[in-house]
C-alpha cells in the first residue's frame, strides 16, 4: 500500500519569497507518479505539477518546482516569488501506473503575507 | 470546455437516511473517480469508475456505492447514512484509466448528516 506524508501541518512566506513544502512517501511499485495539487478556501482542487517517477529530471511548471529524490522516497515543492493568490491547502499524492486511485498527504496551508 | 460539475453542492440529510451524489466529467472524459475530505481524516479515495466498470475501490464500508453510466456520468450513493458520512465528496475526471494522466476535480458536495 501507498502512503504520503506531510509533516508540515502550515507555514508562512513572505509575498516575493521562496518556500518548500515537504512531502515523503512510500510505496514499493517501481512505476508510479507524484502529484501536487493545490486546494484554496472553498475553491476546487488543481493540479500544480506531476512528477513521472522514471523519469530523474525535476519537474518545472513556471514558479513551481519539484526536489524529486527517488532513493530517499522525497517529493518537495518550492515556490518561488510567492504571490498572494498561492494561499491554499496543498496536497501531495502519488497514483500508481493502472487506474487513478490518489493517494494524498494530510495537506499543508501556505499562509502568503504581503 | 465545461468542467466538472457536482450536484447538489449542498445536502443535509439525517441519520439513517440514504442520498445520491451526482458527477458529471469533462466530456471526453471516462474515468471517474470519488473521494470523500474529512479534517480528521484527509482526502480518502473512495472508488473510480471506468466505461461504466468499477476498477479501484477504497476502504469504505459496503454502504457506500456508485455506477457509472454509458454517458461517463457517475452517482455514488450512500445507505444507513450516519454522523461521520459528513464530509466534502469529491468528484474526478481523467481521460483515461492511467494514473499518469491529471485528475480534474469537481467543487464537491458538502454533505451534512444530523
Known amino acids: 500500500a501507498q502512503t504520503v506524508t506531510q509533516s508540515q501541518p502550515e507555514m508562512s512566506v513572505q509575498e516575493a519569497e521562496t518556500v518548500t513544502l515537504s512531502c515523503t512517501y512510500d510505496?514499493?511499485?517501481?512505476?508510479?507518479?507524484l502529484f501536487w495539487y493545490k486546494q484554496p478556501p472553498s475553491r476546487q482542487m488543481i493540479l500544480v505539477i506531476r512528477?513521472?517517477?522514471?523519469?530523474?529530471q525535476n519537474a518545472t511548471e513556471n514558479r513551481f518546482s519539484v526536489n524529486f529524490q527517488k532513493a530517499a522516497k522525497s517529493f518537495s515543492l518550492k515556490i518561488s516569488d510567492s504571490q498572494l493568490g498561492d494561499a491554499a491547502m496543498y496536497f501531495c499524492a502519488c497514483s500508481l501506473e493502472y487506474g487513478n486511485k490518489l493517494v494524498f498527504g494530510a495537506g499543508t496551508i501556505l499562509r502568503v503575507k504581503s | 470546455k465545461a468542467g466538472v460539475t457536482q450536484t447538489p453542492r449542498y445536502l443535509i440529510k439525517t441519520r439513517g437516511q440514504q442520498v445520491t451524489l451526482s458527477c458529471s466529467p469533462i466530456s471526453g472524459h471516462r474515468s471517474v473517480s470519488w473521494y470523500q475530505q474529512t479534517p480528521g481524516q484527509g482526502l480518502q479515495f473512495l472508488f473510480e469508475?471506468?466505461?461504466?466498470?468499477?476498477?479501484n475501490k477504497g476502504n469504505f464500508p459496503g454502504r457506500f456505492s456508485g455506477r457509472q453510466f454509458s454517458n461517463s456520468r457517475s452517482e455514488m450513493n450512500v445507505s444507513t447514512l450516519e454522523l461521520g458520512d459528513s464530509a466534502l465528496y469529491l468528484c474526478a475526471s481523467s481521460l483515461a484509466g492511467i494514473g499518469s494522466y491529471e485528475q480534474y476535480f469537481g467543487p464537491g458536495t458538502r454533505l451534512t448528516v444530523t
Open positions: 510505496t514499493s511499485e517501481s512505476d508510479y507518479y
Open positions: 512528477q513521472e517517477a522514471y523519469k530523474q
Open positions: 469508475y471506468f466505461s461504466e466498470t468499477q476498477r
